[in-house]
């Protein structure tokens, strides 16, 4: 499975971004998909995730609310709209797959990572 994320950008505080997780290789329609974001000088801390079939999804409490998980497995896409953004978003975005959701908030959860997109929010 290979992931691509993309559309991160420079917004100012309370814009709106829409990032979407392309995925190619393997059908991922097994696979749940998750978002993760890096601050500079943070670990990578979960954001959302959504199930195979995009029936369940969670979010960390600090985007929840204003930000939303969804897929189309038809076009193997998974999008984050993130909404009402704050300064303290900024941070590079990343998507992962894995084939479970025993450790879904957790990086060892996940098998297959993209490469990530850099959210700039300006205050």
């Known amino acids: 499975v290979q992931l691509q994320a993309s559309g991160g950008g420079l917004v100012q505080a309370g814009d709106s971004l829409r990032l979407s997780c392309a995925a190619s290789?393997?059908?991922?329609?097994?696979?749940?998909t998750g978002w993760f974001r890096q601050a500079p000088g943070r670990g990578r801390e979960f954001v959302a995730v959504?199930?195979?079939?995009?029936?369940?999804?969670d979010y960390d409490d600090s985007v929840k609310g204003r930000f939303t998980i969804s897929r189309d497995n038809a076009k193997n896409t998974v999008d984050l709209q993130m909404d009402s953004l704050k300064p303290e978003d900024t941070a590079v975005y990343y998507c992962?797959?894995?084939?479970?959701?025993?450790?879904?908030?957790?990086?060892?959860?996940?098998?297959?990572w993209g490469q990530g997109t850099l959210v700039t929010v300006s205050s």
């Open positions: 992962a797959a894995a084939v479970g959701l025993v450790q879904y908030r957790s990086v060892k959860g996940y098998d297959y």
């Open positions: 290789g393997r059908i991922v329609t097994n696979y749940a």
């Open positions: 959504i199930n195979p079939s995009g029936g369940v999804t």
